[in-house]
């Protein structure tokens, strides 16, 4: 059993306790037994292959075995804003982008925006960060902020820094009539932010304001793009040259 499990308190002994949702999927989905091994994270970077040593109707305890640091995140801050699409394609959105890299995804609140983020959306949201994290590898989880007003967005999000640098961060906004992505410069920022609008588009004063606040229009092509495709498309483009 080579599974990844993780574990939401930090691990800071050789003993660790899992319940909750990853304690069930050990327990009643991979049926594990004692001495099987497996291995953790703990959103700190690092993993720790462990030996599963007790299991109980709803918890599982672990061995650490030995501590191992790999990297597996971006060079760079990504950081994405978006207008949530509905449904179940906010999941499959969230789990894409945490393949990607992505270190930041800010739920937006747009004047023709179709699905608002509640707690409970945004609760369920995160468990599919971590289920993604799981799959693909990384050690941290994509963080989803809470949710912004477009115009906050805008303004609060224009002054991030890397703490090590200088330079602002490079705003990519995805808007028909943009820059091709081809063209951009390929010296990007320490912290790079996409925005990405709803389904009916971002309206007028939207993209003057964003323009305004120094954000660069990106065009994506001819075809009309759903939320979930042009935020994945301008995240893996900016990622891949890396």
Known sequence: MSERFFSAAPITTEQVTLDGPEAHHLLHVMRANVGDRVTLFD???AEY????EKLSRAAV???IVERVDINREL???LIVGVALPKGDRQKWL???????????????ITA?????????AMERLERAVIEA???CGRNRLMQIAQP???ADWLTSQSVIRNPQSENPSLRLLAHPHGTPFAELSPAFQPTVQISIGPEGGLTDDEATTATAAGWQSVDLGPRILRVETAALALAAAVALRS
């Open 94 to 108: 969230v789990e894409k982008l945490t393949e990607i890299g992505v270190t930041t995804l800010v739920p937006l």
């Open 49 to 52: 292959p462990a030996i599963l």
């Open 112 to 120: 023709r925006g179709v699905a608002q983020p509640t707690d409970s």
């Open 148 to 150: 912004r007003a477009w």
């Open 133 to 135: 994290a799981k799959q």
């Open 43 to 45: 959103n700190s970077g």
């Open 75 to 77: 060079p760079f801050s």
């Open 61 to 63: 305890d672990l061995r």
